[in-house]
């Protein structure tokens, strides 16, 4: 079964741009969760979603949002894009969202680089 | 979720075991002890979880105490390729798709 995909894998942009990432879940997985990746804050969570739904968010200002689709592929957006959003972007997705956590699996992320 | 700490860094002799050490003093009772780790800024990798009892799979061993406020990742024959970053978490109830991920400790296994 393959696993999770992300693209593109490395992102130039310049500030002021947007940016649009995306996330293709494990087979028969439905929930993606979404995290940010720098060296000073470390891994953070950005958000989840289940059945098209955003369930859970971080702390983030609103230029980062997020949507799921019907077949549970998943993108992020920033906007107004600012040097300190140069990350990594991970991606995770589990198979059932249900009351308790289940198992995350993480794609290989996306290398985020704003000039 | 209930916070973790770890060790900030760990070194290991290539063939021995090596030994991760987590604290979680706060976990509730329907939370699970995850552990990750990170090679190279790749994605994290599952490498096991459990609730109460221990736990074992192809890549590790999980050792959680009686009490459950504390817990010992085991990889038992290390190999240069475990060098990465070791991540223990908490999480369970209604995270809705949180992990909390902390500083993780990195372990440095020489040959």
């Known amino acids: 079964k393959a696993g999770v995909t992300q693209t593109p894998r490395y992102l130039i942009k310049t500030r002021g741009q947007q940016v649009t990432l995306s996330c293709s879940p494990i087979s028969g997985h439905r929930s993606v969760s979404w995290y940010q990746q720098t060296p000073g804050q470390g891994l953070q969570f950005l958000f989840e979603?289940?059945?098209?739904?955003?369930?859970n968010k971080g702390n983030f200002p609103g230029r980062f949002s997020g949507r799921q689709f019907s077949n549970s592929r998943s993108e992020m957006n920033v906007s107004t894009l600012e040097l300190g959003d140069s990350a990594l972007y991970l991606c995770?997705?589990?198979?059932?969202?249900?009351?308790?956590?289940?198992?995350?699996?993480f794609g290989p992320g996306t290398r985020l680089l704003v000039l | 979720d209930a916070k973790t700490t770890q060790p900030p860094s760990m070194d290991c002799a290539e063939g021995r075991a090596a030994n991760l050490p987590c604290n979680h003093s706060?976990?509730?009772?329907?939370?699970?002890v995850y552990w990750y780790r990170q090679i190279h800024s790749q994605g994290p990798q599952y490498i096991i979880h459990?609730?109460?009892n221990n736990e074992t799979n192809e890549m590790a061993s999980l050792i959680i105490t009686e009490d459950r406020k504390s817990s010992t990742l085991i990889l038992p024959h290390a190999t240069l390729r475990d060098t990465a970053v070791y991540y223990c978490?908490?999480?369970?109830?209604?995270?809705?798709?949180?992990?909390?991920f902390g500083q993780g400790t990195i372990l440095t296994v020489h040959p």
């Open positions: 459990g609730l109460k």
């Open positions: 995770a997705s589990s198979l059932v969202a249900g009351l308790l956590q289940e198992t995350q699996y």
């Open positions: 706060t976990i509730s009772g329907n939370e699970y």
């Open positions: 978490i908490v999480s369970g109830g209604t995270s809705y798709g949180k992990l909390t």
């Open positions: 979603y289940f059945s098209e739904t955003q369930r």
